[in-house]
């Protein structure tokens, strides 16, 4: 299986940071990737998908990178509706795995 | 507009069954792979299960489940389904049906573009 490991697994920042999570893979995904957001409570939300296209309706204040193992998703300048817990998941083979999740918290 | 509404998360003996329902809504059901992925209290999400669109001939699912689960689909009634078999307390979860993302020969591309609320199952005696 592969694994994915995001990092860190929480951070602390203000309204108007600029955000990176990076997560990777335990092997070659290509660019099987993609980036969700998820609330309490709440339906996860696909924010990136195949590592780098931004998905419908999401703001472009979102970005993601990477190619083959490494991976990151980049908050250019936080507003406070973005703090939540952020995964990234791999579609290059099942099982899809999630990575343990990233906990963007408010400073 | 895209609805799914996942139902029949209930509390359940340890080795027990469920069957969870998700019913889908504002697009062509029949043409999108569909997935369940689920949530433990206190943890992250899990993916469960995938199956292909229209038949639904390919069906994965991860080693923690698979032998025990089911999944299945009915695109007459726009309708996903996971038969859920032999549960113990690690099963204990929010279930989300999701749609996508499509499917080539084993790599899923395109992410889960829309969620359900979810359902919750606890496996407890």
């Known amino acids: 299986d592969i694994q994915m490991t995001q990092s860190p697994s929480s951070l602390s920042a203000s309204v108007g940071d600029r955000v990176t999570i990076t997560c990777r893979a335990s092997?070659?995904?290509?660019?099987?990737l993609n980036w969700y957001q998820h609330k309490p409570g709440k339906a996860p939300k696909l924010l990136i998908y195949?590592?780098?296209s931004l998905q419908s309706g999401v703001p472009s204040r979102f970005s993601g990178s990477g190619s083959g193992t490494d991976f990151t998703l980049t908050i250019s300048s936080l507003q406070p509706e973005d703090f939540a817990t952020y995964y990234c998941?791999?579609?290059?083979?099942?099982?899809?795995?999630f990575g343990q999740g990233t906990n963007l918290e408010i400073k | 507009e895209v609805q799914l509404v996942e139902s029949g998360g209930d509390l359940v003996q340890p080795g027990g069954s469920l069957r969870l329902s998700c019913v889908a809504s504002g697009f062509t059901f029949s043409s999108y792979a569909m997935n369940w992925v689920r949530q433990a209290p206190g943890k992250g999400l899990e993916w469960v299960s995938t199956?292909?669109?229209?038949?639904?001939?390919?069906?994965y699912y991860a080693g923690s489940v698979k032998g025990r689960f089911t999944i299945s689909r009915d695109n007459s009634k726009s309708t996903l389904y996971l038969q859920m078999n032999s549960l113990s307390a690690e099963d204990t979860a929010i279930y989300y049906c999701a749609k996508g993302g499509a499917l080539y020969g084993g790599k899923s591309r395109g992410g889960c573009d829309y969620w359900g609320q979810g359902t919750l199952v606890t496996v407890s005696s």
């Open positions: 998941q791999q579609g290059d083979s099942t099982p899809y795995t």
């Open positions: 199956i292909s669109g229209g038949g639904g001939t390919n069906t």
């Open positions: 092997q070659t995904i290509s660019y099987y």
């Open positions: 195949a590592a780098s």
